[in-house]
């Protein structure tokens, strides 16, 4: 599913939901990876979801719980660990 079946774009997490519904899946079982601050950390956190965010040598605009930074997708093994 893509976010225009919806009528509706990230961050709002109406996206994310009816993603992980169609998944079976629940929100705090579950991590958005992505590279954008705005609409995949902060809209999968509104969701109830975790999040890694790859950050590409960027600062880290603010911490939160929740949130693993990592600078590249190879890292993502050893981010995903760090959530547990």
Do not use: C, N, T, Y
Request: hydrophobic share 45%.
């Amino acid at each position: 599913m893509i976010s225009g079946e919806l009528g509706i774009g990230k961050p709002d997490p109406a996206v994310f939901h009816g993603l992980l519904e169609g998944l079976g899946a629940e929100p705090s079982a579950s991590v958005m990876v992505g590279d954008s601050w705005e609409r995949d950390v902060l809209g999968g956190l509104h969701a109830g979801m975790s999040a890694v965010w790859i950050a590409d040598g960027r600062p880290v605009p603010e911490h939160r719980p929740r949130v693993v930074v990592v600078d590249s997708v190879l890292e993502l093994p050893d981010a995903l660990d760090r959530l547990d």
